[in-house]
């Protein structure tokens, strides 16, 4: 017998095909070091903001309230804002609002933390049904929450610190020995785990001890609306680009992790080849579009790639460009012939679904979760490792094959959608939630367990 959807308990429901679910009502969502209301690109803002943005908005339009709580860095700050209806961000004061990088925030978790439960503490309890804590830094303040409230925790660590000092950019800075230690205490705490891919969960698994049966795998997605194939003549227009320009494109933060290098090193490649045939046609129409601003180890050289742009003498084709949001994002996507994304590590590489679904393919660095969020041959190139000549080679056959790889970069993008994730995150904080009241010694409707597993997306 199927019944309607309806709450027969506080956070149960049985859903469209007869099944019982607990739903939760609402969720403490934790992003101490980055708000969700900055724009991704700079700083620390990046594709974790997008993350938590789509997921709240899609929670919300089930019906489920959203609480984001992050770091105040600003005086000008509402203590409160309404991202959009059912989702409130809450900014807390922790230390002073400027000049506090990532390393300089743990001494101000107590501060965070208390502000926290300060604002549980106002309403009546049982105020939250879950707490999803975003990087290590949350989930050690969501590791409290959960104590004291007595609801489960629902971790997603974003990138690791053993898997980012394994493979350091050159000059990039190793996390300190505090994050190492850190993680390895929430993932120990923590009631379910959410890994972008198979491959992040087996490290959190093999490299932090993580209980594989307390491990999900949920994809990210991408927003099928806003990010559509489009005129790519329009987009050039826009972005005063000529029409026949051969354009190569970044974007993202600007700093080692990300590589933004190995796409100029591999443009220079590019075109001193062409030079040494005899082809005085490519420098003419090649533009290299940067787009994004310095962060992280980025900031302490903010002119560093217009540096390496000099030294290489590719100055004239580069074009920086300032973190882009919205329609202007669009037109980057829809202008470039590839989309290159670099990194020397990626959890998973929301560029790279955003590029694709906007019809232009992608040559990615073969690492973390960029194997399946590009596909291989059919959406994009993978290429294992940061050389110029292999860049150079891969750059070059992704612009020739640029129709056929765009159409499969299409069909490739629409296996993610957030409304999937959304729903994958709720199935988990479901069977989290069963489960930790199951501990407690207390009764509660079965559950249907979430489909997070490995063939989530098709391949």
């Known amino acids: ?57 899609r929670m919300a339009q089930r019906g489920v309230e959203v609480e ?16 959009e209806p059912g989702v409130l961000v809450r900014h807390v004061a922790a230390g002073p609002f400027e000049g506090l990088g990532k390393n300089d925030l743990p001494s101000q978790l107590c501060a965070f933390t208390a502000g926290v439960l ?21 989930g050690q303040v969501g590791w409290l929450a959960r104590d004291r409230w007595g609801v489960p925790l629902v971790h997603s660590a974003h990138t690791l610190a053993r898997v980012k000092n394994s493979a350091l950019a050159a000059g990039d ?10 993680e390895d205490q929430v993932v120990a705490e923590a009631d379910r785990l959410i890994a972008n891919t198979d491959e992040e969960a087996r490290q959190l698994v093999e490299l932090c001890s993580a209980d594989p049966r307390r491990t999900a795998t949920i994809p990210p997605g991408v927003d099928l609306e806003r990010f559509v194939p489009g005129d790519r003549a329009a987009a050039r227009r826009a972005l005063g680009l000529p029409p026949d320009a051969v354009v190569l494109a970044f974007v993202g933060r600007i700093q080692p992790l990300k590589a933004p290098d190995v796409l100029l090193r591999a443009a220079a490649e590019m075109l001193d080849r062409a030079a040494a045939n005899g082809d005085g046609t490519l420098r003419s129409r090649l533009v290299v579009l940067v787009a994004g601003g310095p962060s992280g180890s980025g900031l302490a050289e903010p002119t560093a790639l217009q540096e390496i742009a000099a030294s290489l003498g590719i100055s004239d084709v580069v074009r920086f460009l300032p973190p882009q949001g919205g329609d202007d994002l669009v037109h980057v ?87 999937r994730t959304a729903d994958a995150l709720l199935d988990t904080y479901a069977v989290a939630a069963a489960e930790f009241v199951d501990r407690q010694g207390l009764s509660v409707p079965p559950v249907a367990q979430p489909p997070v597993a490995a063939g989530m997306i098709d391949r």
């Open 1 to 57: 017998m199927k019944y309607p959807s309806r709450v027969l308990d506080r956070g149960v429901r049985v859903n469209g095909n007869g099944a019982l679910r607990s739903i939760p009502g609402r969720v403490c969502v934790l992003s101490v070091h980055t708000s969700p209301l900055e724009q991704p690109g700079t700083g620390d803002a990046g594709g974790m903001n997008v993350y938590i943005v789509q997921t709240a908005r």
């Open 118 to 138: 300060r604002t549980e503490a106002r309403h009546e309890p049982g105020y939250y049904d879950v707490v999803h804590s975003h990087y290590w830094l949350s």
């Open 173 to 182: 800075t190793p996390e300190p020995m505090v994050r190492v230690i850190g």
């Open 333 to 419: 996507y829809r202008a470039a012939d590839v989309v290159a994304v670099p990194s020397h590590n990626e959890s998973f590489g929301l560029v790279a679904l955003e590029a694709q679904a906007c019809g232009t393919p992608v040559v990615a660095a073969r690492v973390g979760g960029l194997p399946v969020a590009v596909a291989e041959s059919r959406s994009g190139l993978l290429v294992p490792g940061h050389g110029a000549p292999e860049w150079a080679d891969a750059l070059r056959s992704a612009v020739a094959r640029r129709d056929e790889l765009g159409r499969g970069a299409v069909a490739h993008a629409r296996q993610f959608s957030w409304d």
């Open 68 to 83: 984001i709580f992050t770091r105040a860095t600003s005086s000008e700050l509402p203590p409160v804002a309404e991202l």
